[in-house]
């Protein structure tokens, strides 16, 4: 089962910053925090992932409490391409497969 | 990155027959992933499918309805066995190059009359 929550959708206007929250309050020492997206009638894409700072790659920022119960992923600048589900996943180290949970519907609006 | 091809993309089959479903990685991967994907539902793991050993299926999967093959490091193939109106899904395959970063395939969307 997943262990993580996230709202079911969210709308963001085209060019903002989009802020999806996940919370994962039962997270494990060794479990990192994935994020993936799935856009319409596409296999998933990967996004980002960290452990306990805060990362940053050319998609997106994620951001982790200290506590590491909850995180956010941000896309600065929100298109409508970027309209998606976009999921949430805790996984540990090692070559094991992921477990999807329902994930956030966002929807970019012009 | 890695390249995952998928064949065939899409499908409509009839009931009680079987489809196979052909997945290609442009690189040798250790493992591989085969995800079932209902409609309007996240995915769901299958199983996973090591070069060398049986596959390893999912609590509520079987082999005798998802037979699966992987006869090297860079193909495996799922089999839909005796397919159902309820088999209709989207079959995604997927490889691990790193731990945690998955690639998928666009997946195979069967519909079963």
Not at chain 1, 23 to 37: A, D, F, K, L, Q
Not at chain 2, 51 to 77: C, H, M, W
Request: glycine fraction near 6%; aromatic fraction near 8%; charge should be neutral.
């Amino acid at each position: 089962d997943a262990k993580t929550t996230q709202p079911p959708s969210m709308d963001c206007a085209e060019g903002r910053a989009a802020n999806l929250p996940c919370n994962h309050s039962t997270i494990s020492g060794n479990e990192y925090v994935y994020w993936y997206r799935q856009i319409h009638s596409q296999g998933p894409q990967y996004i980002i992932h960290g452990l306990k700072n805060n990362e940053t790659n050319e998609m997106a920022s994620l951001i982790i409490t200290e506590d590491r119960k909850s995180s956010t992923l941000i896309l600065p600048h929100a298109t409508l391409r970027d309209t998606a589900v976009y999921y949430c996943i805790l996984h540990p180290p090692g070559n094991t497969p992921l477990v999807f949970g329902k994930g956030t519907r966002l929807s970019v609006i012009a | 990155s890695a390249v995952i091809s998928q064949k065939p993309s899409r499908d409509i089959c009839q009931r009680g027959t079987s489809l196979t479903i052909q997945c290609q990685v442009d690189s040798q991967v250790t493992m591989m992933f085969w995800y079932r994907q209902q409609p309007g539902q996240s995915l769901t793991l299958i199983a996973t499918a090591n070069q060398g050993s049986e596959a390893t299926y999912e609590s509520g999967f079987v082999i005798d309805k998802f037979p699966i093959s992987r006869p090297n490091l860079t193909f495996s193939t799922l089999t839909v066995s005796n397919m159902s109106p309820e088999d209709s899904s989207i079959y995604l395959c997927s490889v691990c190059r790193h731990a945690g970063e998955l690639f998928f395939g666009e997946g195979s969307r069967l519909t079963v009359l």
